[in-house]
């Protein structure tokens, strides 16, 4: 059976046809529905890590973050914890592409579609009377808190992000995010604590304080563990007399859409110890509802149980 050119050059002129359909379909989704394509990737990923290439996904950090909810939920299964680990180990690739990809998501998607928030009225009166100081922990897709806060709040927003400079190029671009300015902990953080304190009060301050706290000493109980903990919000607080309030960023698997909310934070107690006990069990309350949203793999507690698991 002979083929003629006409045939080969209509097959030909089909297939083109077809694959320029296919690749602007895919573009259209990636633009209009990025939170979808972003989420089957986080997805293939983690079951791809998890049922394939076990050994890849059962490293030091799957090590810390089956101590770290043992530790923390004593009384789960062995079952239990293992879904815990691999739901959240799913939303925090989703958060690490989000993260990676920001730039792009920021300037050529409709990403912020699927951002759900309300700004609390109070939120804006504290703002204008007292100055804010925003906490967030590792809590659901905390990057697109971080890259889109500004946005949602309206207002000018000061980060502190990674001490790694390279990291914080890609994460935290300077100029791209709408009202956020990006503060690196490389410098001394008494020299950028005592900057914050004296900022302008319309200007909000935002900061991740759940992470290990080498430098301090002041010792919490934080998701049911004895631990040091960030004093910084405590002391901004007292020394420009502003107000703490909570940003968390929690990930709706069905949806596959970002709830942002902000809950004000009431600090009853006086001293630092206590103050900063208070920070911690509102954190430790939205952690310990919600474990499959934390990030379980960070090796929060320093404890030596990692090393023999």
Request: glycine share 2%; with cysteine.
């Amino acid at each position: 059976m002979k083929i003629s050119l006409t045939s080969i050059a209509s097959i030909a002129s089909i297939a083109s046809i077809a694959s320029t359909i296919f690749i602007t379909a895919l573009l259209y989704t990636m633009i209009e529905y990025p939170n979808y394509v972003l989420d089957y990737i986080s997805q293939t990923i983690n079951y791809t890590l998890y049922k394939i290439k076990p050994k890849i996904y059962e490293k030091k950090w799957y090590k810390i973050a089956k101590a770290n909810i043992e530790k923390v939920f004593p009384n789960k299964s062995a079952s239990e914890v293992e879904e815990i680990i691999y739901e959240s180990t799913q939303i925090q690739i989703l958060n690490f592409l989000v993260g990676l990809c920001g730039q792009l998501l920021y300037k050529y998607t409709n990403y912020h579609k699927s951002l759900n928030y309300i700004v609390p009225e109070e939120l804006e009166e504290d703002r204008k009377q007292h100055g804010l100081i925003i906490i967030m922990s590792h809590y659901g897709i905390f990057y697109s808190g971080a890259i889109y806060v500004g946005s949602i709040l309206n207002h000018r927003t000061y980060i502190l992000c990674h001490s790694q400079k390279q990291v914080t190029n890609i994460l935290y671009p300077k100029d791209i995010y709408k009202n956020n300015v990006y503060v690196s902990t490389e410098v001394n953080d008494v020299i950028i604590f005592n900057k914050l304190s004296k900022m302008n009060k319309q200007h909000t301050i935002i900061m991740l304080c759940d992470q290990r706290a080498n430098r301090s000493t002041t010792e919490v109980n934080f998701l049911n563990q004895a631990t040091t903990f960030h004093t910084s919000p405590i002391s901004i607080m007292k020394t420009s007399k502003r107000k703490i309030w909570s940003c968390h960023v929690y990930y709706d698997n069905k949806k596959k859409e970002t709830n942002i909310t902000f809950e004000k934070v009431i600090i009853n107690k006086e001293s630092n110890q206590e103050s900063t006990q208070e920070i911690a069990n509102h954190l430790s309350e939205k952690i310990i509802t919600n474990p499959t949203q934390y990030l379980w793999g960070y090796d929060r507690f320093k404890d030596i149980i990692y090393q023999n698991k």
